[in-house]
């Protein structure tokens, strides 16, 4: 399975190699993703209330006390737990800055973020295969930078983009109404539901029915709030054992097998991690494609316009200094010359300047131009415009500062390369991942079952004559396509 899976990686890395990387060098969208982080393990983010649970979670995952846990904040960090095979912990300004690891990205936020970060290594055997990241605990201040010093939803964003599996925790006693909790599933985990976990933790503290109701409807209120759909998503309602703790009088068995069922997609998230990897690919290119696309028609009606008013100067002048000529009019051409000059001079500093103002301001109409087709469609014109409005200010920005002026016009061969690349491989890629985890599976399934009959020993008889005229069919590897059967696969790069 491994071997399939960085073939897939290997894929992946190419496409953003080329073409996405060299055309949002060319357009100024903002990075792709580093090496390191196209490297990453698979990754778990715990997110809650302060003293939900998710610490003590972690530690009875991993069978040791790796994070402190008690009733009032105990951590305000971000801390990285993965695989060593030594404990060893390493502060925030040596995990942004090692190429290695996947949190570059990180520094933009700040030193004062940084300075909360910490990375743990643990020889733990869940964390060869998954990295966990704790978080600090949500709380109902609702000051400016959330009272932090940093960005507290952008970098619950920057975490939860990443990671393959997101684990929400709320305990009864603060079912999700903290001011942060609701700032953070508006902010920062919206258009990633399919990766969202949702934990009632603690289940142990109710002693009755009633209070389990009472706890699961106030969650169930509040995500109602936050969460724009007509059905809410699956309740994990569990609890981490602990000795010494008083016995809930509720029969226990629904949550344990809920504890069960988290900790087992915990452990599939190894294989969640190619396809979320292959989503924000998809994600990155069609927003790359909307940011170009505009500013590449918007450049051109600039070109057009800057064109346009000088190809009148050099006709218009030429004209008069000619007519001037003929008629013996020697003294007027040096101001004609003089008006040449003020009108180039006006051209350059008022009226294309203002030109450049009047077709970024028009950037919402030039997007509606170019997808007039896919906003007839419903179900698409939803998910264009949030895309649009997630790339605007981005592209915005990059017009006003850049200029219009300064972007070469995207070449016909870009354009196709990026279609292609959005409307067909990526489509592609997405199904042979799909083909080739159905077949790890199938193979997995049968060897267990050849496993359990050689175990059982069965008395052998002689075989039928359909049955050995009936063969089954292998189960065949299935790899992802080589660019070099796609139409660009051997494009000049340069």
């Avoid at 733990?124 to 600090?136: F, G, H, K, Q």
């Avoid at 507290?152 to 990671?163: D, I, K, L, S």
Wanted: proline letters at 6%; glycine letters at 6%; a negative charge.
């Amino acid at each position: 399975m491994q071997q399939v899976m960085e073939q897939f990686a290997d894929m992946i890395r190419e496409f953003y190699n080329d073409p996405l990387d060299p055309l949002a060098k060319q357009f100024m969208f903002r990075r792709p993703p580093t090496v390191g982080e196209l490297r990453r393990p698979p990754q778990v983010l715990m997110l809650g209330n302060h003293s939900s649970g998710k610490s003590t979670f972690i530690n009875h995952l991993l069978g040791v006390e790796v994070q402190k846990t008690g009733v009032a904040p105990t951590d305000d960090n971000f801390t990285i737990i993965t695989y060593g095979p030594h404990e060893t912990d390493r502060d925030g300004p040596s995990v942004v800055s090692n190429p290695d690891l996947p949190y570059e990205g990180l520094r933009h936020f700040g030193d004062q973020l940084v300075s909360h970060i910490r990375l743990k290594l643990q020889p733990a055997e869940l964390l060869r295969t998954v990295t966990l990241i704790d978080s600090p605990g949500m709380i109902d201040e609702a000051k400016e930078e959330n009272g932090r010093g940093f960005d507290f939803p952008g970098v619950v964003r920057w975490f939860a983009e990443r990671a393959d599996l997101v684990m929400i925790f709320f305990d009864p006693d603060k079912p999700g109404t903290t001011g942060e909790t609701l700032q953070v599933f508006k902010e920062s985990l919206n258009g990633i539901d399919h990766k969202l976990l949702i934990v009632l933790n603690k289940m142990d503290q109710c002693q009755n029915l009633h209070d389990f109701a009472r706890a699961y409807g106030a969650l169930c209120w509040n995500l109602g709030k936050v969460i724009p759909r007509k059905d809410l998503p699956m309740i994990y309602n569990t609890f981490v054992p602990l000795e010494g703790k008083p016995k809930s009088d509720l029969p226990m068995e629904d949550f344990e097998k809920a504890r069960g069922d988290l900790i087992d997609a915990l452990h599939r998230a190894p294989t969640r991690r190619m396809d979320n990897q292959i989503t924000q690919m998809q994600s990155f290119a069609e927003r790359l494609r909307l940011h170009v696309f505009v500013i590449n028609e918007a450049a051109g009606r600039y070109r057009r316009s800057r064109v346009g008013s000088y190809a009148s100067l050099v006709l218009l002048f030429p004209t008069l200094a000619a007519g001037a000529i003929v008629t013996g009019l020697f003294v007027a051409l040096p101001v004609l010359a003089v008006i040449a000059i003020v009108a180039v001079t006006l051209l350059e500093l008022v009226f294309l300047p203002r030109k450049k103002k009047r077709i970024i301001a028009q950037f919402d109409e030039i997007f509606e131009g170019l997808h007039d087709r896919e906003l007839l469609v419903r179900d698409r014109a939803e998910d264009l415009r949030a895309m649009w409005e997630d790339v605007h200010p981005r592209a915005r920005e990059v017009a006003e500062k850049r200029g219009l002026q300064s972007f070469a016009k995207m070449s016909r061969v870009d354009r196709d390369v990026l279609n292609e690349l959005i409307d067909d491989c990526i489509p592609k890629l997405r199904s042979q991942l799909y083909d080739a985890l159905r077949n790890i599976s199938i193979d997995a399934g049968q060897r267990s079952e050849e496993q359990s009959d050689v175990a059982e020993e069965p008395t052998v008889e002689e075989p039928k004559v359909e049955e050995i005229l009936v063969e089954e069919q292998p189960v065949e590897d299935v790899a992802p396509p080589s660019r070099r059967f796609m139409s660009w696969g051997k494009r000049d790069t340069g």
